[in-house]
C-alpha cells in the first residue's frame, strides 16, 4: 500500500495525509481540531471502561466484513490489537475502515460514534509494547494470555466522523454531528 506524506500530497493542512485518496488525520490531530467530538467519541467508545466497538473491513471481493474488536484510544492515536484472520487480512490489503460505538438500551439507544478512515500496521516496538501494556491495564491483567504476541497493531487514522444523539446536551444537538478531516 503506498503512503503519500503530506507534504508529496499537494498542500493538505498541518498533520493530515493521503491514504487511499483520502485526506486522513491522527486521534491526536482529530482531538486537537474538534476536542469536543474526540471527547465524545472516548465517552461512547470506552462506555463500559474498555473500548468496544465494531470494525468495517472490506472483503477482497469488495464487500463489507463486520468484526468486534476493542479498539484502544492514546494521547496520540485510534489503535487496536487484530487477531490474525479474516480482519487483519482485509486491513493489509486495503486499509480502509469504518469503527463505530457499541450500540446502547432504551432511553440512549441512538447514541453513537462512528468513524472512517485508514488503518496502517505499526511495527514500532516501544509502541507496541506502550499499547498492549494499556491494553492489558484495561482488563486488570497482569501479563499477556497464550497468543496474545500474534496480534497485529495498527493505527486508525481518521478522515470522517459521525456522532448521533439520542437527546440533545450541552455540546450538541440531538439527531446527526458530521465531520470531515478536510473541514477542519
Known amino acids: 500500500m503506498a503512503t503519500q506524506g503530506a507534504s508529496e500530497a499537494g498542500g493538505e493542512s498541518a498533520g493530515q495525509e ?14 486537537r481540531r474538534r476536542p469536543d467530538l474526540a471527547r465524545k467519541g472516548d465517552d461512547l467508545f470506552y462506555e463500559h471502561g474498555v473500548g468496544l ?7 477482497p471481493d469488495g464487500g ?24 487483519l487480512n482485509d486491513l493489509r490489503r486495503d486499509g480502509r475502515y469504518a469503527l463505530h460505538t457499541e450500540t446502547f438500551p432504551p432511553p440512549r439507544h441512538d447514541d453513537a460514534f462512528y468513524v472512517t478512515g485508514a488503518a ?19 482488563r486488570d491483567e497482569q501479563s499477556p494470555w497464550p497468543g496474545f504476541e500474534e496480534y497485529v497493531l495498527f493505527e486508525f487514522k481518521v478522515d470522517r466522523c459521525l456522532l448521533t444523539l439520542t437527546a440533545s446536551d450541552a ?11 478536510d473541514a477542519g
Do not use: M, N, Y
Not at 53 to 59: I, Q, S, W, Y
Not at 64 to 87: E, N, S, W, Y
Open 120 to 138: 496502517t500496521e505499526v511495527t514500532d516496538v516501544p509502541t507496541r509494547h506502550r499499547i498492549s501494556a494499556q491494553f492489558l491495564a484495561e
Open 18 to 31: 493521503k491514504r487511499h485518496g483520502r485526506a486522513v488525520i491522527s486521534w491526536a490531530e482529530f482531538r
Open 171 to 181: 455540546d450538541f444537538p440531538a439527531g446527526h454531528t458530521v465531520w470531515r478531516s
Open 53 to 59: 466497538g465494531f470494525l468495517a473491513t472490506v472483503r
Open 64 to 87: 463489507p466484513r463486520v468484526h468486534p474488536i476493542c479498539p484502544v484510544l492514546t494521547d496520540d492515536g485510534l489503535f487496536a490489537l487484530i487477531v490474525p484472520g479474516p480482519k
